[in-house]
């Protein structure tokens, strides 16, 4: 698990990972690295569950950095990934870890993720590519079904074992044969993105990534992050830049920069059109239209490219 500054968060998060490792029976480590946290989160865990092993960044190395760090000094056979603001529910240990030992091929599995009211969130996606960003920013991808190649997976209730591109690294099963031969995440990438080039790597070594409604994990999502909403818009596009340059080329990239270009355009106007004619949500539509007016000039001026 990496934390920074989710203290409360995480000590309840390490509760419910404790309560589900004990009744699986497993022999089992938790690790937790703390990227540098000023609110006494490393202190309260140590207090907390002295059992644990807590590795202390004088910086905050980031996501994929720190649970390099983990997996490093870890010894079981299967690595489980956790965030701190993610609960595991009765059962969800052992039903990932069971998969992934029925399963050899699978590399990694992740689990149905609810929101904090038991609804579903959406947890599995395709990879980013030049066509898709095109697809998905003239509205095309709902054409399709999630299993088409073009399509996503906004129709999917998420409640069948399935094969997919990738699932979100709020937690994910991995193997340890996969980590071992993919490597570990890219550092360059500080947050997000980081899982999905992850798992196309771990893809490229011949191992599926697969969703298993099975195994349920409550995640309230962007705890980190929450206090700052710009400057993690900020992080999230740049990572989303960094990806498609290293997987696709500086043509890829120029490609996913217009395809958004237009996109943004047309929900721009969209939003600001239903913001002037609605008599409700009105400030909801203006917040769209002003993120649409952001990302567009995000993406036509914006060119700091990462790594």
């Known amino acids: 698990m990496v934390s920074f500054n989710t203290r409360d968060l995480t000590l309840k998060c390490l509760e419910s990972a404790y309560s589900d490792l004990q009744s699986c029976g497993f022999v089992f480590q938790i690790i937790v690295v703390d990227n540098a946290s000023t609110d006494g989160s490393a202190n309260a865990i140590g207090l907390r569950f002295p059992a644990i092993q807590v590795i202390n960044n004088s910086t905050n190395a980031g996501f994929g950095a720190a649970n390099n760090i983990g997996m490093k000094v870890a010894t079981g056979r299967f690595f489980i990934l956790l965030n701190s603001d993610a609960f595991l529910h009765a059962g969800a240990c052992r039903s990932m870890v069971d998969h992934l030992f029925n399963e050899p091929e699978v590399g990694v599995v992740g689990p149905q993720l609810l929101n904090a009211d038991g609804s579903l969130q959406r947890s599995c996606f395709p990879f980013p590519s030049p066509v898709r960003a095109w697809v998905e920013n003239l509205f095309l991808a709902k054409l399709f079904s999630h299993r088409h190649r073009l399509g996503d997976f906004r129709k999917w209730n998420h409640d ?62 962007g705890s ?41 355009t047309v929900r721009l106007l969209g939003w600001s059109a239903v913001a002037i004619v609605s008599s409700t949500k009105k400030e909801t539509h203006k917040r769209k239209a002003r993120f649409s007016a952001w990302l567009l000039k995000r993406q036509l001026t914006h060119w700091h490219r990462v790594g």
């Open 160 to 221: 069948s074992t399935e094969s997919v591109p990738w699932v979100v690294g709020a937690c994910m099963a991995v193997r340890r044969d996969a980590y071992v031969k993919a490597g570990g995440f890219d550092e360059r990438f500080f947050m997000y993105a980081e899982e999905t080039d992850w798992q196309k790597r771990i893809r490229g070594h011949g191992f599926d990534v697969q969703f298993t409604p099975h195994a349920k994990v409550t995640h309230l999502g």
């Open 224 to 264: 980190s992050g929450a206090s700052d909403r710009s400057q993690t818009n900020h992080q999230f596009f740049a990572s989303l830049d960094a990806y498609e340059e290293k997987h696709h080329g500086f043509l890829g990239l120029l490609s996913l920069r217009a395809a958004m270009v237009v996109g943004s």
